[in-house]
């Protein structure tokens, strides 16, 4: 019976949890919350690499200061900077399969789609997966002396972990697909399988970024769904780009093509990137050796 019941239940939940998040959310967010430009935001995720090396190495060092008797602490930092250090690795890999990420990019007979390598998917899951460690390891801490918040907060820290991973896999566990656009719609999906699709007639656009998010939505929405971004290799720029382009608002040409057998090519001659783009150090993809079109301005047809 409680099986039967689970579905139901989850979904009350998560609907509870989205709706009580659209209606707190504006008010504790302050003023300098306001979502980023999509410029801004690729640039703001060249320096989270940097903040997570610089927490990696925070930590690690609060814990070789710990180790002259508060071991519990020592066990907190170690555990903390071994997650950071987890992040940093997985966002270097990450900038290195957005430099490839026209090899990405599949042309197939549901549409144009981003499949994520299953090493990104690895990476995306290892962190939670050492969040679960917080379960034992709050005992730990605790048998060691650490004060009891420490504790409490490594406990808490493993049942996030514990609930996200056995709700994913519940739900047929981690999916690799990302994006996927046609002739009528484009849909963006998370690792979790949630997934909500566009179509084209109701003119979607990116609202811009906060976060580890890009917001999506359509002109009518006063805030878009959230789509993940750290562990997609792709910029929020090129996300725009790809958007704008099939949209209503924009030439009718570029749309039919995504229904012909040129659906792929024409998708990689929209995300080239601009040569602002190359050019701000932000994360792009590689020049090409040979150009293959250029970018996709407003107008070009």
């Given at each position: 019976?409680?099986?039967?019941?689970?579905?139901?239940?989850?979904?009350?939940?998560?609907?509870?949890?989205?709706?009580?998040?659209?209606?707190?959310?504006?008010v504790?967010?302050?003023?300098?919350?306001?979502?980023?430009?999509c410029?801004?935001?690729?640039?703001?995720?060249?320096?989270?690499?940097?903040?997570l090396?610089?927490m990696?190495?925070?930590?690690?060092?609060?814990?070789?200061?710990?180790?002259?008797?508060?071991?519990?602490?020592?066990?907190?930092?170690?555990w903390?900077?071994?997650?950071?250090?987890?992040?940093?690795?997985?966002?270097?890999?990450?900038?290195?399969?957005?430099r490839e990420?026209?090899?990405?990019?599949?042309?197939?007979?549901?549409?144009?789609?981003?499949?994520?390598?299953?090493?990104?998917?690895?990476?995306?899951?290892?962190?939670?997966?050492?969040?679960?460690?917080g379960?034992?390891?709050?005992?730990?801490v605790?048998?060691?002396?650490?004060p009891?918040?420490?504790?409490?907060?490594?406990g808490?820290?493993?049942?996030?972990?514990?609930?996200y991973?056995?709700?994913?896999?519940?739900?047929?566990?981690?999916?690799?697909e990302?994006?996927?656009?046609?002739?009528?719609?484009?849909?963006?999906?998370?690792?979790?399988?949630?997934?909500?699709?566009f179509?084209?007639?109701?003119?979607?656009?990116?609202?811009?970024?906060?976060?580890?998010s890009?917001?999506?939505?359509?002109?009518?929405l006063?805030?878009?769904?959230?789509f993940?971004?750290?562990?997609?290799?792709?910029?929020?720029?090129q996300?725009?780009?790809?958007?704008?382009?099939?949209?209503?608002r924009?030439?009718?040409?570029?749309?039919?093509?995504?229904?012909?057998?040129?659906?792929?090519?024409?998708?990689?001659?929209?995300?080239?990137?601009?040569?602002?783009?190359?050019s701000?150090?932000?994360?792009?993809?590689?020049?090409?050796?040979?150009?293959q079109?250029?970018?996709?301005?407003?107008?070009r047809?």
């Amino acid at each position: 019976m409680v099986v039967r019941l689970w579905p139901g239940i989850w979904w009350q939940l998560r609907r509870g949890g989205a709706l009580a998040l659209q209606r707190w959310e504006p008010v504790l967010l302050k003023k300098d919350d306001e979502l980023w430009t999509c410029d801004k935001y690729d640039r703001k995720r060249v320096n989270t690499l940097t903040i997570l090396r610089v927490m990696t190495a925070s930590c690690f060092l609060g814990a070789i200061l710990s180790v002259f008797g508060a071991y519990g602490i020592m066990i907190v930092l170690l555990w903390i900077g071994t997650i950071f250090l987890v992040y940093s690795i997985s966002f270097a890999r990450i900038r290195s399969y957005i430099r490839e990420g026209r090899c990405l990019w599949r042309g197939t007979d549901r549409g144009v789609t981003m499949v994520v390598p299953r090493e990104i998917i690895v990476w995306e899951l290892v962190p939670w997966g050492l969040m679960v460690l917080g379960l034992p390891g709050a005992a730990l801490v605790h048998a060691l002396g650490a004060p009891a918040v420490a504790g409490g907060a490594v406990g808490g820290a493993g049942i996030c972990g514990s609930v996200y991973l056995v709700l994913m896999f519940w739900e047929g566990g981690p999916e690799a697909e990302r994006i996927l656009l046609d002739g009528k719609r484009i849909s963006f999906t998370r690792i979790n399988g949630e997934q909500v699709s566009f179509d084209w007639s109701q003119e979607p656009v990116v609202q811009g970024g906060r976060g580890p998010s890009l917001f999506i939505g359509t002109s009518d929405l006063y805030e878009g769904w959230q789509f993940p971004m750290a562990y997609v290799p792709v910029s929020s720029r090129q996300i725009q780009r790809l958007v704008d382009a099939f949209s209503p608002r924009s030439s009718r040409q570029w749309r039919r093509r995504l229904d012909g057998p040129h659906a792929l090519q024409t998708v990689l001659d929209v995300l080239e990137p601009t040569e602002e783009e190359y050019s701000d150090s932000s994360w792009t993809w590689a020049r090409p050796e040979v150009s293959q079109g250029g970018a996709w301005r407003p107008g070009r047809g």
